[in-house]
């Protein structure tokens, strides 16, 4: 259901009134497939939100960490076999079907020579976050959940995860998530879990001052503010001060700073902007100092 995918929330459905009437008006598109009887529903994101507002649950944009996924299942022979971007199985559709339905984006490993060092590294160091994401900077994802598959005699299929996800300032160095799940049920979670970071009340708003650096030319301040006003969590961007090549900025978001600063901390996009790490912070200073990069 759509408002699962965009409230982050796996029970949303059952938050919507039965009694909402003509769901039409969220529907922008409506078109049958050929032959299979199945159809094409575009949603109007607008009018979903103004619903999810109304009834006071959470919106999570489209600012989505990407997961990278190594998973190790049984073949027929019992063999320990790493799935692959190219590989197609029944386990794979699982995974793929609840993370489509939960609109988190998925990475398959090539599982080359590169990545099956990793991973057979991982396997002693899988309870390790800084070890977990830093195997996610070749595929440029922003968390990793890793598994490892048994199988029962009656062919059932249970697995032991281990999840971390980056771009959670909030989220101490040791904070990696372990469960014995089905492979639905671990994707449920790391949705979860990711949600619970980066979707926001609706009806939370608030002001963040922002000090860009680096405004060098007219290419880089359209550049900065286009970013901005294109990412989900940002409603609204004012100019307050321009001096050299900084620009201070109050932007209204949902959310608060942790929000802004959470969504571009996520590395699976080009950013045109970063956090600056070479200016200091003092105390009780609440300006969110951010870099273009040329």
């Known amino acids: 259901m759509i408002a699962v995918k965009i409230s982050g929330s796996r029970d949303a459905g059952s938050k919507i009134p039965s009694t909402t009437s003509r769901m039409s008006l969220y529907v922008q598109r409506l078109e049958p497939i050929r032959g299979d009887g199945s159809v094409i529903i575009e949603f109007d994101p607008a009018a979903v939100d103004r619903l999810l507002?109304?009834?006071?649950?959470?919106?999570?944009?489209?600012?989505?960490?990407?997961?990278?996924?190594?998973?190790?299942?049984?073949?027929?022979?019992?063999?320990?076999?790493?799935?692959?971007?190219?590989?197609?199985?029944?386990?794979?559709?699982?995974?793929?079907?609840?993370?489509?339905?939960?609109?988190?984006?998925?990475?398959?490993?090539?599982?080359?020579?590169t990545d099956l060092s990793t991973a057979n590294t991982l396997l002693n160091a899988r309870t390790s976050r800084q070890a977990l994401l830093s195997s996610a900077d070749r595929y440029r994802a922003d968390a990793v959940l890793f598994g490892i598959a048994s199988r029962d005699a009656s062919g059932g299929t249970s697995v032991q995860w281990s999840f971390a996800v980056g771009g959670g300032g909030s989220v101490s160095d040791d904070a990696v998530a372990t469960m014995q799940t089905s492979l639905e049920e671990s994707i449920q979670v790391a949705a979860d879990r990711c949600a619970s970071l980066f979707a926001v009340s609706s009806s939370a708003r608030s002001d963040v001052l922002v000090q860009i650096l680096g405004i060098r030319n007219l290419d880089a301040y359209a550049g900065a503010m286009n970013y901005l006003q294109g990412l989900t969590v940002v409603l609204g961007v004012a100019v307050e001060q321009l001096s050299g090549e900084a620009m201070q900025l109050r932007v209204a978001v949902r959310g608060n700073s942790a929000t802004l600063r959470h969504a571009l901390e996520l590395k699976r996009r080009l950013a045109a902007l970063v956090v600056d790490a070479n200016t200091a912070i003092e105390p009780g200073d609440d300006v969110l100092r951010l870099r273009y990069l040329q």
């Open 53 to 113: 507002t109304t009834l006071g649950m959470p919106i999570w944009g489209r600012e989505r960490p990407a997961v990278l996924v190594w998973l190790s299942v049984p073949d027929a022979g019992g063999k320990s076999v790493w799935m692959t971007a190219d590989q197609q199985s029944a386990d794979r559709d699982s995974v793929e079907r609840i993370a489509q339905a939960r609109g988190l984006p998925i990475v398959w490993p090539v599982m080359d020579s």
